[in-house]
C-alpha cells in the first residue's frame, strides 16, 4: 500500500497525473472525486476565460458605440445633418481617420499582436542582413583595433522583451547582493538590528521615481566621461534598490527566528562562524528568504515599466509610453499586447522563483 502511494506522489510530481487522469476517464475507470478534479482544473478555468473575454468584447463594443455616438452627435451639433451622415458613413466603413479610438477588442489585440511579430521578422532580417554586409569591413576594423560597425535601427518588440528581462534579472541580483548578506547580519546581531531600522523603514516606502532621480545623480556623474549609453546601469540599480527591501526584512526576520536549540547544537559542535550560516542559519531561513526573494522580483518586474519610460531605456516601458504618445489607430491595442506580455512574464517568473525555492528548501510550497 505504501509502495502505492509513492508511486502515486512520483508521478504527480513528474507532472504525469493529468495525463494518467485523461487516460482514465476515457477507460472508464475515473472515479468521482478525481472527475471532478478535472473538471475544476480545466474546464472552470477555460470558462472563465471564455467569460472574461466575452465581457471584454460587450464592453470594447458599447464603448466604441458610445464614442461613435458622440462624433456623430457633435458633426450633427456643429455641422449640421449632412456633415452628421457623413461621419456614421466614414465611421462604418472603418476609416482610420475618423474611427473612434478607445478600448481594443480581443480581435484587434490579437490583430496587433500578429502585426508586432511580422514587425520583429523584419527587423530580425534586416539585422541579419546588415550583419552579412558588414562582416568583412568589422574583422578589418577588429584587426585595426578599432570598434566594430554596430546595427543602430529601432528594436523590435520582442527586442524590448529581451531587454526589460536583462534589466531586471540584473537589478535583482544587485538585490540579492545587496540584501540577502546584509540581513543576515542584521538578522544575527540584535545591535545590527536596532541600528540599521531607521534606515530601513525610512527607506523602504520610497517611490521607484524617487529612486531612479537618486541614481541618475549619482551614476551621470560617475560615467560623466564615458561615451557608453547609461540608461541600462540607471535602469538596473534603480530597479535593485527600489526592489531589495521585501528580501532585507524577510531574510534578517527568518535569521533571527532559528530555533535556539540548532544555535546550540552548532556551539557544542564548535562550529566556525561560516560554517554555522551555512550548515544552520541558512537552511533554517531558506523559507522566509525566498518569500522575501519572491517579492523583490515581482515588485523589481512591477516598478520596471516606470523606470525604463524615466530612463528611456528601450525596453517594455519605453514601448507603452511611445505608443501611448504616438496615438494611432493601433496604438491601443499594442499597449494591451504589451500587458498581457507583463502579466504572463511575471506569472512566468513568480513559478519560476517557487521552482526555485522547492529544490533548495525542505519546506515545499504550492503558490497560489
Avoid at 133 to 160: C, H, M, W
Avoid at 300 to 317: F, Y
Avoid at 339 to 366: A, C, E, H, P
Wanted: charged share 20%; with cysteine.
Amino acid at each position: 500500500m505504501k509502495q502505492s502511494i509513492t508511486l502515486g506522489k512520483v508521478t504527480k510530481f513528474m507532472g504525469l497525473g493529468v495525463f494518467n487522469t485523461i487516460k482514465d476517464l476515457f477507460t472508464g475507470k475515473l472515479e468521482k472525486e478525481d472527475f471532478k478534479n478535472l473538471l475544476r482544473k480545466t474546464l472552470v478555468p477555460l470558462l472563465s476565460i471564455l467569460l472574461f473575454i466575452g465581457l471584454w468584447h460587450m464592453g470594447a463594443k458599447a464603448l466604441y458605440n458610445k464614442e461613435a455616438d458622440f462624433k456623430i452627435e457633435k458633426a450633427l451639433t456643429d455641422q449640421g445633418e449632412e456633415a452628421a451622415e457623413a461621419m456614421k458613413v466614414c465611421i462604418a466603413s472603418g476609416d482610420v481617420s475618423c474611427k473612434p479610438n478607445t478600448l481594443p477588442s480581443p480581435s484587434q489585440v490579437w490583430d496587433s499582436y500578429k502585426s508586432l511579430l511580422r514587425d520583429h521578422n523584419i527587423i530580425a532580417a534586416d539585422k541579419a542582413a546588415f550583419k552579412e554586409k558588414t562582416a568583412v569591413l568589422n574583422e578589418k576594423r577588429v584587426a585595426d583595433g578599432l570598434d566594430a560597425i554596430t546595427y543602430t535601427g529601432r528594436p523590435s518588440f520582442v527586442d524590448q522583451i529581451f531587454r526589460s528581462l536583462k534589466t531586471v534579472f540584473a537589478g535583482f541580483l544587485l538585490a540579492l547582493l545587496i540584501a540577502v548578506p546584509l540581513g543576515i547580519f542584521i538578522g544575527l546581531s540584535p545591535t545590527l538590528k536596532s541600528s540599521f531600522n531607521w534606515f530601513i523603514q525610512i527607506f523602504k516606502p520610497v517611490s521607484p521615481v524617487v529612486w531612479y532621480l537618486l541614481v541618475f545623480m549619482i551614476v551621470k556623474t560617475l560615467l560623466i566621461d564615458s561615451n557608453e549609453d547609461s540608461s541600462f546601469t540607471i535602469s538596473f540599480i534603480s530597479v535593485g534598490l527600489c526592489s531589495m527591501w521585501a528580501t532585507l526584512v524577510n531574510t534578517a526576520m527568518g535569521v533571527s527566528s532559528v530555533d535556539k536549540d540548532y544555535i546550540n547544537v552548532a556551539k557544542v559542535l564548535k562550529l566556525g562562524s561560516f560554517q554555522k550560516i551555512f550548515k544552520v542559519v541558512l537552511p533554517s531561513s531558506l523559507p522566509l528568504i525566498f518569500t522575501g526573494l519572491k517579492i523583490t522580483l515581482s515588485v523589481a518586474w512591477m516598478v520596471l515599466i516606470a523606470i525604463e519610460l524615466l530612463a528611456q531605456s528601450p525596453g517594455l516601458g519605453l514601448f507603452v509610453w511611445e505608443e501611448f504618445q504616438n496615438g494611432a489607430n493601433d496604438s491601443n491595442a499594442k499597449i494591451i499586447v504589451a500587458m498581457f506580455v507583463i502579466g504572463i512574464i511575471g506569472f512566468l517568473l513568480d513559478r519560476l522563483m517557487l521552482t526555485i525555492q522547492n529544490w533548495v528548501s525542505f519546506d515545499k510550497t504550492d503558490a497560489i
